[in-house]
């Protein structure tokens, strides 16, 4: 399959979905053909194929009808696994708790739909001492998020992980919400900022959902916050950024 979509790409690209298997594997190749190109994925079947395949040709269908709508460019020879960079141990060592370095500033990004492929671009230009916390809400389920923060890592210098459960926040790292749970900053009593991670219901039928994380941004005016959206569909993020605009936040930018 990723043989067949790497020559599609190359030779005469045309949206692609892929179906995709719930598994550690099938979730690292999934994330691998978003990167050479491919539009979306739908998650193959599980348990009795009658249960669930009424839902799949929803998602199918919804997903097919949106890819018509998108004209691919040829994959950028950088992304070709051959070429991703190689990078060692990060100049940032990760925090496991207590104090960390102090940030100004927090950046939180939003994507869905065409997401990774965009991040491929975008994160790994920062470099490894960049002064801010970069926080990421992809539109993805579970195994798939992990694949993607260990891609990410590999291309990158700033040490980009999924995020845990009360993690301190801190400059020079990345953080990908992981699938099927929303992630929140929060200010513990000794002022050092930690994420958290809930269930919450899903906001516009996602969860990681973006107006999440932007709303829980909305209590820390003594941080400069920027605000991004980037490739997708629906509206998920559109409220949570006005909302950090309203309250002065220093860049709300969209693709």
Request: glycine share 10%.
């Given at each position: 399959?990723?043989?067949a979509?790497?020559?599609?790409?190359?030779?005469?690209?045309?949206?692609?979905v892929?179906?995709s298997?719930?598994?550690?594997?099938?979730?690292?190749?999934?994330?691998?053909?978003?990167?050479?190109?491919?539009?979306?994925?739908?998650?193959?079947?599980?348990?009795?194929?009658?249960?669930d395949?009424?839902?799949?040709?929803?998602?199918?269908?919804?997903?097919?009808?949106?890819?018509?709508?998108?004209?691919?460019k040829?994959?950028?020879?950088?992304?070709?696994?051959?070429?991703?960079?190689?990078?060692?141990?990060?100049?940032?060592?990760?925090?496991?708790?207590?104090?960390?370095?102090?940030?100004?500033h927090?950046?939180a990004?939003?994507?869905?739909?065409?997401?990774?492929?965009?991040?491929?671009?975008?994160?790994?230009r920062?470099?490894?001492?960049?002064?801010?916390?970069?926080?990421?809400?992809?539109?993805?389920?579970?195994?798939f998020t992990?694949?993607?923060?260990?891609?990410?890592?590999?291309?990158?210098?700033?040490k980009?992980?999924e995020?845990?459960?009360?993690?301190?926040?801190?400059?020079?790292?990345?953080?990908?919400?992981?699938?099927?749970?929303?992630?929140?900053?929060?200010?513990?009593?000794?002022?050092?900022?930690?994420i958290?991670?809930?269930?919450?219901?899903?906001?516009?039928?996602?969860?990681?959902a973006?107006?999440?994380l932007?709303?829980?941004?909305?209590?820390?005016?003594?941080l400069?916050?920027?605000?991004?959206?980037m490739?997708?569909?629906?509206?998920?993020?559109?409220?949570?950024?006005?909302?950090?605009h309203?309250?002065?936040?220093?860049?709300?930018i969209?693709?």
């Amino acid at each position: 399959g990723l043989q067949a979509l790497r020559s599609i790409m190359r030779e005469h690209p045309v949206p692609v979905v892929m179906l995709s298997s719930l598994t550690e594997e099938g979730a690292k190749e999934t994330i691998e053909a978003l990167a050479l190109g491919a539009i979306d994925f739908v998650q193959k079947p599980s348990g009795p194929i009658s249960l669930d395949i009424r839902k799949v040709g929803e998602q199918l269908r919804e997903k097919l009808h949106m890819a018509v709508r998108i004209k691919p460019k040829p994959i950028p020879a950088w992304i070709e696994p051959a070429a991703l960079p190689r990078i060692g141990k990060k100049a940032v060592p990760v925090p496991s708790g207590g104090r960390t370095e102090p940030f100004k500033h927090i950046i939180a990004i939003g994507t869905s739909t065409g997401g990774p492929r965009a991040l491929q671009q975008v994160i790994p230009r920062f470099p490894a001492h960049f002064p801010a916390p970069i926080l990421v809400v992809q539109h993805m389920p579970p195994h798939f998020t992990k694949s993607l923060a260990a891609r990410l890592d590999m291309m990158s210098e700033l040490k980009v992980s999924e995020a845990e459960q009360d993690g301190v926040i801190a400059p020079g790292h990345a953080y990908i919400a992981p699938g099927g749970w929303h992630m929140t900053v929060h200010c513990d009593e000794s002022g050092i900022y930690r994420i958290r991670l809930n269930q919450d219901a899903p906001g516009h039928g996602h969860r990681p959902a973006v107006d999440v994380l932007f709303e829980s941004l909305l209590p820390f005016r003594s941080l400069v916050r920027h605000a991004v959206l980037m490739t997708g569909m629906g509206s998920d993020g559109a409220l949570g950024m006005k909302a950090l605009h309203a309250d002065g936040a220093e860049s709300t930018i969209a693709e």
